[in-house]
């Protein structure tokens, strides 16, 4: 079950998409933040960069400051309970390498959508099979993605469960190290 702090952000936030990430173009939060708009998740981002003040001007603009949560940074510590508390992790990157927040949130379970980079993004999210792999810098994709981890509950728990299993198989503590030199030395 939920911790007594995960609750608690269930409650104060919602049924919530999360991001954590740096807040710069490259990392897409301003397609996410869009895809807001055709869905009935709140959203909360994690971070902070150059871009924090254009997102936060961009809530405001689409009307979603009672659904989306600028939250700047959080202490790394701190963060499980955002992971465990969120229905689904979005990182929907224009340009990255090998993301370990999506690592973290497989590592607690959840289902996730990042974009097709040809790097390591998609090693850790295999699409419909720990979540869905979508174009970079499409709204619409990352919105149909969404909306079908909530019209699809059974699916997006497997997912979830799916992810967990993966991350302990290929990235079981001993072998984080030798799979990261795999993957860079390739």
């Not at 959203?43 to 603009?61: D, M, P, R, T």
């Not at 792999?133 to 499409?138: A, L, Q, R």
């Amino acid at each position: 079950g939920d911790s007594a702090k995960a609750s608690l952000l269930k409650n104060k936030y919602g049924d919530f998409i999360l991001f954590i990430g740096i807040l710069e173009k490259y990392k897409g939060e301003d397609y996410l933040v869009k895809a807001m708009l055709r869905n009935k998740l709140n959203l909360v981002i994690i971070g902070s960069g150059y871009n924090a003040e254009g997102i936060k001007q961009q809530i405001i603009n689409l009307g979603l400051q009672n659904r989306v949560f600028l939250l700047g940074n959080i202490p790394h510590y701190d963060l499980k309970e955002y992971y465990d508390a969120c229905r689904m992790f979005c990182l929907p990157s224009l340009m990255d390498v090998f993301p370990l927040v999506l690592l973290e949130a497989a590592a607690s379970g959840k289902p996730m959508i990042s974009t097709e980079l040809g790097t390591g993004t998609s090693y850790i999210n295999i699409d419909k099979e720990t979540g869905y792999v979508i174009e970079p810098g499409s709204v619409e994709q990352l919105s149909n993605a969404i909306n079908r981890f909530l019209s699809e509950e059974k699916l997006t728990e497997q997912m979830g469960a799916n992810a967990k299993r993966r991350v302990m198989d290929k990235f079981g503590v001993h072998q984080v190290i030798n799979s990261l030199i795999d993957l860079y030395s390739n």
